[in-house]
């Protein structure tokens, strides 16, 4: 059985996607990356339970291959590169960017993925998130406005992932929160459950059940 399907049979009620047989999609798109440098790097990552994010390493940021990444998604946007590690297995929010995020799978793991255009007063039904299932050594690029949060484990019990952004995103208001704005360029509702994130500022407004990822065992 493939990781994909045993995945489809361990969560009946969430449909998850894979860049292999789904690489095009209204809310990203498979592109092709030379991860080395990504899973090198990882390989020094020992990631806790609670879910890590760091903007930016220089090493990675500055790293040739970031460097295309920044011309041929970005246009030339400067960017940050940085890391989202842990051991979640959560929904627990989403957020977006009215920019595009590339993540570099530094392990098997899975998205949440939805449409903002689902939202409606600042609500948002969990029950339309789709998963996408990256293996290690892939690379999405998601599109704007495409809802997501931390990855998910799928072996193990943690993640690590090479998050890349426009310079500056998710970095600290000047003018404090607002609403469902919760950091530069960075929007945020999270579901009632999360109390971490709402003791950080999180505006609730995730209706429906807070999704758990059920993960493998090593096939």
Not at 55 to 73: F, G, H, M, N
Not at 129 to 148: I, N, R
Request: glycine share 10%.
């Amino acid at each position: 059985m493939s990781i994909l399907a045993a995945l489809c049979r361990s969560n009946p009620d969430l449909t998850i996607l894979s860049l292999g047989e789904t690489p095009c999609h209204s809310l990203y798109r498979k592109i092709e990356v030379d991860a080395g440098v990504f899973l090198e790097a990882a390989a020094c990552i020992l990631p806790e339970e609670t879910n890590s994010y760091i903007p930016r390493d220089e090493r990675l940021t500055q790293s040739l291959e970031a460097k295309r990444i920044e011309r041929t998604v970005f246009g030339e946007l400067p960017i940050q590169a940085g890391w989202n590690h842990g051991g979640n297995t959560r929904m627990n929010g989403m957020e977006w960017h009215k920019s595009s995020e590339v993540i570099v799978a530094c392990s098997d793991l899975v998205l949440l993925l939805g449409s903002h255009a689902d939202i409606e007063n600042d609500c948002y039904d969990s029950a339309r998130a789709l998963g996408l299932y990256l293996q290690k050594g892939e690379a999405v690029e998601l599109f704007p406005f495409t809802l997501h949060l931390a990855p998910l484990p799928v072996f193990g019990g943690r993640f690590i992932a090479a998050i890349l952004l426009p310079n500056g995103t998710n970095l600290p208001l000047s003018g404090g929160i607002d609403g469902t704005l919760r950091a530069v360029n960075k929007w945020l509702l999270v579901h009632p459950d999360n109390a971490r994130g709402i003791a950080l500022g999180g505006k609730v407004g995730i209706h429906g059940e807070n999704i758990l990822l059920h993960g493998l065992e090593e096939l």
